[in-house]
């Protein structure tokens, strides 16, 4: 029996000899490799906190004190050592999560995997603690993986700091990477922090020394001591966390049980705000992790684990390098073009750019607000920057593109990548919501392309416009086909009629365009005519679209982003105020949190799928249409 099956709760690693955990830590790290190599997952920064992880779990009396992870990705390890070691479907619809999840057990207390949050939550924690009398209550918060590269995290910090009496340990989980390796000014002062050991070095060779001087030793050391703030600015920089009125303990070896431990616990008896700075390696004890330099095997898909070549290797080409692809294109035509990031070079596809570019490349770190804004002043400067994130970050910068892009008349193009159900990552990762909240941008042109032709036209178009923020967005995965347009009827294309008298109006938004192909072949057979269009900009609404409407009998418009303020509700106001009179109804997301699971499986739960879309347009019909329209012979 692995030592590893005998661990169902944090209370049985107390029981544990050196050696055992010792030998607990390489079992966990071999399921690791085993486990998310089948699945998925992020397998990088799990091998680097196994340690850390077992260390938190002996010396605090986790649910009683709350241990946080920020980010999420980083708590597999916390999930085997509460009594979760089913990892054959994580990621999977009924499986784990790959975040800390709420639902899954009384330890995990917090599931939003969005960076630079958990230290909010600790402050809060560690105030209601003590407000409502429950002082020996400890609040742990884990923050890694780039995360204090945040504007969030400082702002806690500050607050952290107002009491001295208030019992919070912060552990920095020190990778030097979020995705890649991390950048900034923070980082290089945690690279000083890692590589500096004059301080400890001349404490301790002077203790000794001055201990054996007699009389005059002890007293001038503990004089010395009393000083040691002076040399603690001398030697390190670390001052800067004491100085917001932190108590600091570090950088100790991540990967030493021993000597995390006691940190820890020392951290614990403290009282008040502890900062604990460990030192890991992203991808420890796995190899071709450790020599990976792009991202450390961030996350990895199913793969063989000793090749490291995937089980199910894609056929097809994927959005994000299609996007990439053209804007390294356009940057050699247009050198005014920049490109900005938030910690993720590489998953939004600006590596090309960034190697034919890098002066002209910019990654803000996770600091997404800090992005926007940096890119308003760009713009402001004379330049034309493209910041790529995924979509579902956008949401945390919405103040920026409003009031610092948008309100200054700005050129700027946002592409989000990710947009609409992206599946396994789970509810904070579906981009469903960028659609919905840009809606109330003024001046603000929205592109939902449908293919990679168009995804290469809408972001030549999009840059072209200079007084105005401009937004290209894409789903996660493989393009499809292209889907030829039979005519362009003022900014929109139709792509199909099935009847000499069309009945039903589809309108596809973006990549939905294949599923209302399908979806009008299906009703024609119902009996039901239509003609498939896609809008190509979605915002504003293209006068052509209520032209169209008014020649139909329906309009059924079909999103990949939340139903609530969406496509569907502009183009219904658009015909309203045109004076457009047909009934319309929306597809699209359900405004629910959704749960993880693969993005065709829960595609299909929503019925955006041909079938679905076919299913739900034929019961409107039915009920809206006096008749069954011109095509009724073919029915049944």
Known sequence: MSLLS???????????????????????????????????????????????????????????????????????????????QDFSRLRMQGGLSGYPSRAESEHDLIENSHASTALGYADGLAKAHQLLGTPGRHTVAVIGDGALTGGMAWEALNNIAEASDRPLVIVVNDNERSYARTIGGLAHHLATLRTTQGYERFLALGKEALQRTPLVGQPLFDALHGAKKGFKDAFTPQGMFEDL???????????????????????????GPVIVHCLTVKGRGY??????????????????????????????????????????????????????????????????????????????????????????????????????????????????????????????????????VTGN?????????????LQVVPGLRLAAPRDADQLRAQLREAVEVADAPTVVRFPKGDLGPVVPALERIGGVDVLQRTGPIPEILLVAVGAMAPACLDAAALLLAEGFSCTVVDPRWVKPVDPALPELAAAHRLVVTV???????????????????AGVDVPLRDLGIP??????????????????????????????????????????????
């Open 245 to 271: 009125g932190l108590k600091y303990l570090g950088p100790i070896d991540g990967h030493d049980l021993g000597a995390m431990e006691q940190a820890l616990r020392q951290a614990r008896g403290f009282g």
């Open 6 to 84: 005998t661990v169902q709760g944090p209370a049985d690693l107390r029981r544990l000899s050196p050696a055992e955990l010792g030998q607990l830590a390489d079992e966990i790290r071999e399921f690791l490799v085993d486990a998310v190599t089948r699945t998925g997952g992020h397998l990088g920064p799990n091998l680097g906190v196994v340690e850390l992880t077992i260390a938190l779990h002996r010396v605090f009396d986790s649910p009683y004190d709350r241990i946080l992870w920020d980010t999420g990705h980083q708590s597999y390890v916390h999930k085997l050592l509460t009594g979760r």
């Open 425 to 437: 990552d789970g509810a904070s990762h579906n981009g469903m919501w960028d659609m919905s909240i």
């Open 591 to 636: 405004q629910e949190f959704l749960d993880h699971a693969g993005r065709g499986e829960l595609m299909e739960e929503i019925g955006l799928t041909g079938t679905g879309v076919a299913a739900q347009t034929a019961v409107f019909a039915k009920h809206l249409l006096p008749t069954r329209g011109a095509n009724q012979h073919h029915a049944g």
């Open 287 to 420: 190899r071709p992790a450790e020599q990976d330099e792009a991202d450390r095997f961030h996350a990895v898909g199913a793969m063989d684990p000793y090749t490291c070549l995937p089980v199910s290797p894609s056929a097809g080409v994927s959005w994000t390098s299609v996007f990439g692809g053209e804007l390294r294109a356009l940057g050699a035509e247009r050198p005014d073009l920049v490109a900005i990031t938030a910690a993720m070079l590489q998953p939004v596809g600006l590596a090309e750019f960034a190697a034919a570019y890098p002066e002209r490349t910019f990654d803000v770190g996770i600091a997404e607000q800090h992005a926007v804004a940096s890119a308003a002043g760009l713009a402001t400067g004379g330049l034309h920057p493209v910041v790529a994130v995924y979509a579902t970050f956008l949401n945390r910068a919405f103040d920026q593109v409003l009031m610092d892009v948008a309100l200054h008349r700005l050129g700027v193009t946002f592409v989000l990548d990710r947009a609409g």
């Open 559 to 577: 999103e990949d982003n939340g139903r609530a303020g969406g496509v569907g509700s502009a183009i219904a106001q658009a015909m309203r105020d």
